[in-house]
C-alpha cells in the first residue's frame, strides 16, 4: 500500500512563488505515473500537471503552461511542482497523484493535500 504526503502550502501574495512537494513511500515508485490536481471551492478537482514514470514526459494544463514546473527524483521517490508567477486564480487544494496501470490492474493513490492560497 503507498502512502502519499504532500507539503509546502501556504499563503502567497501574487506573482510569488511556491514549490510543493510529494512524498510516496513505495519501494516501486518508478512504476508509477505522478501528477498534481488541485481543487478549488466550488469546483472540480482539475489535473494541473503530471509526469510519467521512465522517461519523465511531463503535461500541464494550458492554465499553469510556462508558470508551473513538475519533476521527480525516482530515488528519494519525491515528485516536486514548483509554482511560480501565482495568481489568485491558483488557489485551491493541491492534491498529489500516484497512478499506475499495470497487468490489467488499475492503482491510485492520492494524498491528503495542501492548501495554496495566493492572495494580497
Known amino acids: 500500500q503507498m502512502k502519499v504526503v504532500e507539503s509546502g502550502g501556504g499563503l502567497v501574495q501574487p506573482g510569488g512563488s511556491l514549490r510543493l512537494s510529494c512524498a510516496a513511500s513505495i519501494m516501486t515508485f518508478n512504476t508509477y505515473d505522478m501528477a498534481w490536481y488541485r481543487q478549488a471551492p466550488g469546483k472540480e478537482r482539475e489535473l494541473v500537471a503530471g509526469i510519467t514514470n521512465v522517461g519523465g514526459r511531463t503535461n500541464y494544463a494550458d492554465s499553469v503552461k510556462g508558470r508551473f514546473t513538475i519533476s521527480r527524483d525516482n530515488v528519494k521517490n519525491i515528485v516536486i511542482l514548483q509554482m511560480d508567477s501565482l495568481k489568485p486564480e491558483d488557489t485551491a487544494v493541491y492534491f498529489c497523484?500516484?497512478?499506475?496501470?499495470?497487468?490489467?490492474?488499475?492503482?491510485?493513490?492520492w494524498g491528503q493535500g495542501t492548501q495554496v492560497t495566493v492572495s494580497s
Open positions: 497523484n500516484a497512478h499506475r496501470k499495470l497487468w490489467g490492474k488499475t492503482s491510485d493513490y
